[in-house]
């Protein structure tokens, strides 16, 4: 069974840095494409990063808000992925989750529903 553990999470001022990390047990995780989404209250699961599988590259590609400040990066020796976040804003404020799929093509990246494995969620809150 895969699971999936995400720690880091936290209040910092607007202009702050935080480092999350999602650590994936249970399955070979170079196999697996892993990303961040990011959730506020009434608003759907929005798509933040993502890193590839290793077989397809482990390309990196980000949403045009997070572009830029925020940074994704895996680890495959400690079945981990880091999602750094620099320049935080206010509007970054919402429950961060660490999601993994495998054989996701181009197209199903940024979709939540095509992953398969969720982990419990980390607060993040930019506030002054």
């Known amino acids: 069974q895969v699971q999936l553990v995400e720690s880091g999470g936290g209040g910092v001022q607007p202009g702050g840095s935080l480092r999350l990390s999602c650590t994936i047990s249970?399955?070979?995780?170079?196999?697996?494409?892993a990303g961040w989404f990011r959730e506020v209250p009434g608003k759907k699961r929005e798509f933040v990063a993502v890193v590839r599988a290793s077989a397809s590259g482990g390309t990196t590609h980000y949403s045009d808000s997070v572009k830029g400040r925020f940074t994704i990066s895996r680890n495959n020796a400690k079945n981990t992925i880091f999602l750094q976040m620099n320049s935080l804003k206010p509007e970054d404020t919402a429950v961060y989750y660490c999601?993994?799929?495998?054989?996701?093509?181009?197209?199903?990246?940024?979709?939540?529903?095509?992953?398969?494995?969720w982990g419990q969620g980390t607060q993040v809150t930019v506030s002054s």
């Open positions: 249970g399955r070979t995780f170079r196999d697996y494409t």
């Open positions: 999601g993994a799929g495998r054989g996701l093509i181009w197209s199903s990246l940024w979709d939540p529903s095509r992953y398969d494995h």
